[in-house]
């Protein structure tokens, strides 16, 4: 008798645990949206923000900018920062359980590059507020004149935007992973793992150009379109598709 009821009471169990818990399609959806929160925010931080504010080669134009419209300047680049590197965090999480079924190695190689750059952008925040301390109007900053305290504010906004390539620098690595990781996946299509792979080349050539040719300022477009591709075809894959969920938990049990 009590053999018959422990099974019944385990399976119970089980389909409570298997309810409860995350399926791999809400798993993507949630990756769709956190890829469109990060690209939205990234938007603001990265393009609207720097042309809204920064006058390439004009420092004192460039500090009344930020000093007539600082709340923009908070709200705008940090705020739309933060929620940039809030979201990379989960997102990775994320990304990694997708595709562990694929190959446990290489998502973590995958996830802790990806959390290496937003590691970097995070420090690399510190930049922005040194400007906002630089235009702070504080005692201590007396020895300064303006024209060298708005110098020092183009300064450190130029070391954010290195700050920034470097840390693009250790995505590339992801790229690539996550590129063969989707492509190797019979869960996600394989066009997809081959947009990642092509972006991976635009990335790294574009970061490493930036950080190392000092002609080298802006990037062209046939690097820039198929790294946009590849950005917004799998958002859309995960909002739209989703993932092959029995293709998924098939190469789960197999790896398990």
């Known amino acids: 008798m009590t053999s018959v009821?422990?099974?019944n009471r385990f399976t119970e169990e089980q389909l409570i645990n298997r309810n409860t818990e995350a399926s791999?399609?809400?798993y993507a959806r949630s990756a769709g949206i956190l890829y469109l929160l990060i690209t939205v925010a990234a938007i603001v931080a990265h393009f609207y923000i720097p042309s809204t504010f920064i006058v390439p080669g004009d420092a004192t134009a460039t500090a009344n900018n930020i000093m007539a419209s600082e709340p923009l300047f908070r709200v705008g680049a940090v705020g739309?920062?933060?929620v940039?590197?809030?979201s990379e965090i989960v997102l990775t999480v994320i990304l990694y359980v997708l595709l562990r079924p694929v190959s446990k190695t290489l998502s973590i190689v995958a996830a802790v590059s990806r959390l290496a750059m937003t590691t970097i952008h995070g420090i690399n925040l510190?930049?922005?507020f040194f400007v906002l301390k630089l235009l702070s109007g504080a005692d201590y900053l007396a020895?300064?004149?303006s024209e060298q305290l708005h110098a020092l504010v183009l300064l450190f906004l130029d070391a954010h935007s290195y700050g920034f390539t470097i840390g693009i620098a250790f995505l590339v690595l992801h790229v690539f992973v996550l590129g063969f990781l989707i492509y190797k996946s019979d869960y996600f299509p394989k066009f997809l793992g081959v947009l990642f792979i092509i972006a991976g080349?635009?990335?790294?050539i574009d970061s490493f150009a930036l950080l190392l040719s000092s002609g080298y300022e802006t990037t062209p477009v046939f690097i820039a379109i198929p790294i946009a591709v590849a950005e917004i075809a799998f958002p859309l894959w995960l909002l739209i598709k989703g993932v092959n969920v029995q293709r998924w938990?098939?190469?789960?049990?197999e790896t398990a």
């Open 126 to 128: 510190l930049n922005y």
């Open 201 to 204: 080349f635009g990335y790294l």
């Open 84 to 86: 940039v590197l809030l």
């Open 24 to 26: 791999p399609l809400r």
């Open 143 to 145: 020895v300064f004149g």
């Open 80 to 82: 739309s920062e933060l």
């Open 249 to 253: 938990e098939k190469r789960a049990l």
């Open 5 to 7: 009821i422990r099974p």
